[in-house]
């Protein structure tokens, strides 16, 4: 059987026509940073749940930033990031598990618990205040943000062709990120959000002539 790291090439080349660019992106990142290192150099058929489940354990030790000699201990590592990082191992093993008629050892390891955390947007007052002291040519801009709710990403790849005045109505299908436009994360965020007079006004005063 192939070694991890060169089952991974024609799994990535194979898969990567179903990626996002972005998504394309952080897989490459997980694999360098952490796969390749933990299992490069071990045969397929040597990955078993013990050794994800140590790998699982190394990571939640690890702390990030740490800086011994400026006496900086580092953060851990979120259980989110652990979670995508056995995700992507799960995803290469299941491929493998298909071609060779191998086990699958994540198959029964269990997702890491999300600690809840609580969001606390700004109050309505808060808001006011953030637009009435703002800079003037910063203004429509965070007002906009403000009163629909959009991700960064959707807010910077959105298109004039996107913004339907006479329906009053922003089309989401657009995400900007690390330089490039893409599709937005998921079809789920495909949608249209309503313009309240604010956003409505906003929008006009950016809108080229």
Same mark, same amino acid.
């Given at each position: 059987?192939p070694?991890?790291?060169?089952?991974?090439?024609g799994?990535?080349e194979?898969?990567?026509?179903e990626?996002?660019?972005?998504?394309?992106?952080a897989?490459?990142?997980?694999l360098?940073t952490h796969l390749?290192p933990?299992?490069?150099?071990c045969?397929?058929?040597?990955i078993?749940r013990?050794?994800?489940?140590?790998?699982?354990?190394?990571?939640?030790?690890r702390r990030?930033?740490?800086?011994p !000699?400026?006496g900086?201990? &580092?953060?851990?590592?979120?259980?989110?990031t652990?979670? %995508?990082i056995i995700?992507? +191992? #799960?995803?290469?093993?299941?491929?493998a598990?298909?071609?060779?008629g191998l086990?699958?050892?994540?198959?029964?390891?269990?997702?890491?618990?999300l600690?809840?955390?609580?969001?606390?947007p700004?109050?309505?007052?808060?808001?006011?205040?953030?637009?009435?002291?703002?800079?003037?040519d910063?203004?429509?801009y965070?007002?906009f943000?403000f009163f629909?709710?959009?991700? !960064?990403g959707?807010a910077h &790849?959105?298109?004039?062709?996107?913004?339907?005045?006479? %329906?009053?109505?922003?089309? +989401? #299908?657009e995400t900007?990120?690390?330089?490039?436009?893409?599709?937005?994360?998921?079809?789920?965020?495909?949608?249209?959000i309503h313009?309240s007079?604010?956003?409505y006004?906003a929008l006009?005063?950016?809108?080229?002539?």
């Amino acid at each position: 059987l192939p070694l991890f790291k060169d089952f991974v090439i024609g799994w990535k080349e194979n898969k990567q026509v179903e990626w996002r660019l972005s998504y394309r992106d952080a897989v490459d990142s997980i694999l360098a940073t952490h796969l390749l290192p933990a299992f490069g150099e071990c045969q397929l058929d040597t990955i078993d749940r013990t050794r994800v489940l140590g790998f699982r354990s190394e990571l939640a030790k690890r702390r990030l930033g740490a800086d011994p !000699s400026k006496g900086v201990e &580092g953060k851990a590592m979120a259980p989110a990031t652990i979670n %995508r990082i056995i995700g992507i +191992v #799960r995803m290469i093993l299941d491929e493998a598990a298909l071609q060779f008629g191998l086990q699958n050892p994540c198959i029964s390891i269990k997702r890491l618990k999300l600690q809840r955390q609580d969001v606390e947007p700004f109050t309505v007052n808060e808001t006011q205040a953030i637009l009435a002291r703002v800079r003037p040519d910063y203004r429509p801009y965070l007002t906009f943000r403000f009163f629909t709710g959009v991700r !960064s990403g959707e807010a910077h &790849g959105l298109k004039w062709k996107h913004v339907d005045f006479e %329906r009053r109505q922003i089309l +989401v #299908r657009e995400t900007f990120l690390n330089g490039r436009t893409e599709y937005t994360k998921t079809d789920g965020s495909q949608r249209e959000i309503h313009m309240s007079q604010a956003v409505y006004d906003a929008l006009m005063s950016m809108k080229p002539s």
